[in-house]
T-cell receptor, first 117, second 115 residues
Framework: AQSVTQLDSQVPVFEEAPVELRCNYS??????LFWYVQYPNQGLQLLLK??????LVKGINGFEAEFNKSQTSFHLRKPSVHISDTAEYFC???????????????FGKGTKLSVKP | DSGVTQTPKHLITATGQRVTLRCSPR?????VYWYQQSLDQGLQFLIQ???????AKGNILERFSAQQFPDLHSELNLSSLELGDSALYFC??????????????FGPGTRLTVL
C-alpha cells in the first residue's frame, strides 16, 4: 500500500530564510506526487505536482520540489519565505494511473510552516 | 476560490443524529471526492464518484454514505454520529474519471462538531 511520511510536523523559520519541507513516500507502483497548501480556515490548494519528466518541479508562489526516486523523496523548497507562506503543507501520492478510473490521494500528516518576522 | 462549494460551513449536532453535507463541483467537473480531516487521523480519502457512479472507496464507515446526483452535486450522509466523527469534511472535484494527470480542486470544507 502507498504511504506518505512528512518528517517534520512543525517548521519555524524567519522571514526571507530558505525552507525545506521533507516528504518521503512508499509505493510499489508508478508514483505521482503532489504538494498542497492549506491556509488557516481554508481548503487545500495545489502547489505543484510530479507526474513524469523532469524531476525538478516548479509550482506556484515560488515553491519547487525535487523527485528523487532512489531516496523515495519529494522535498518541497523555497529559497526565501514570506510571512504569507505561514500555512500547513501536505504531501500526497495518488493511487491513480494514466487513463485510470481512480485518482484518490493519500496524504501525509502535514507540516505546519510558521514564518516569523 | 477553487470553484468548489460546500454547505454548510459549520454544523453542530448531537451524538446519534444524522447530517447531510453538500458539495457542488466546479463547472464541467464530473468527479467528486470526499475526504475527512481530523486531528488524530489526518486527511483521509472516503469515497469518489464519477458522473453519478461510485468509483473508489477508502476508509469510509458503514454509517456514512454518499451519492452524486444527475446535476453532479454530491451529498455525504453521516448517521448515528459519534464524538469521533467530529472533523473537517472536504469535497474535491476533477474533470475526468480520476486518471492522471487530472488535478483535484478542493472546497473550503464543512466543519462538523458532534457534542
Amino acid at each position: 500500500a502507498q504511504s506518505v511520511t512528512q518528517l517534520d510536523s512543525q517548521v519555524p523559520v524567519f522571514e526571507e530564510a530558505p525552507v525545506e519541507l521533507r516528504c518521503n513516500y512508499s509505493s510499489s507502483v508508478s508514483v505521482y506526487l503532489f504538494w498542497y497548501v492549506q491556509y488557516p480556515n481554508q481548503g487545500l490548494q495545489l502547489l505543484l505536482k510530479y507526474l513524469s519528466g523532469s524531476t525538478l518541479v516548479k509550482g506556484i508562489n515560488g515553491f519547487e520540489a525535487e523527485f528523487n526516486k532512489s531516496q523515495t523523496s519529494f522535498h518541497l523548497r523555497k529559497p526565501s519565505v514570506h510571512i504569507s507562506d505561514t500555512a500547513e503543507y501536505f504531501c500526497a501520492v495518488s493511487e491513480g494511473s494514466y487513463g485510470g478510473s481512480q485518482g484518490n490521494l493519500i496524504f501525509g500528516k502535514g507540516t505546519k510552516l510558521s514564518v516569523k518576522p | 476560490d477553487s470553484g468548489v462549494t460546500q454547505t454548510p460551513k459549520h454544523l453542530i449536532t448531537a451524538t446519534g443524529q444524522r447530517v447531510t453535507l453538500r458539495c457542488s463541483p466546479r463547472s464541467g467537473d464530473l468527479s467528486v471526492y470526499w475526504y475527512q480531516q481530523s486531528l488524530d487521523q489526518g486527511l483521509q480519502f472516503l469515497i469518489q464518484y464519477y458522473n453519478g457512479e461510485e468509483r473508489a472507496k477508502g476508509n469510509i464507515l458503514e454509517r456514512f454514505s454518499a451519492q452524486q446526483f444527475p446535476d453532479l452535486h454530491s451529498e455525504l450522509n453521516l448517521s448515528s454520529l459519534e464524538l469521533g466523527d467530529s472533523a473537517l469534511y472536504f469535497c474535491a472535484s476533477s474533470v475526468a474519471e480520476g486518471g492522471l494527470p487530472d488535478t483535484q480542486y478542493f472546497g473550503p470544507g464543512t466543519r462538523l462538531t458532534v457534542l
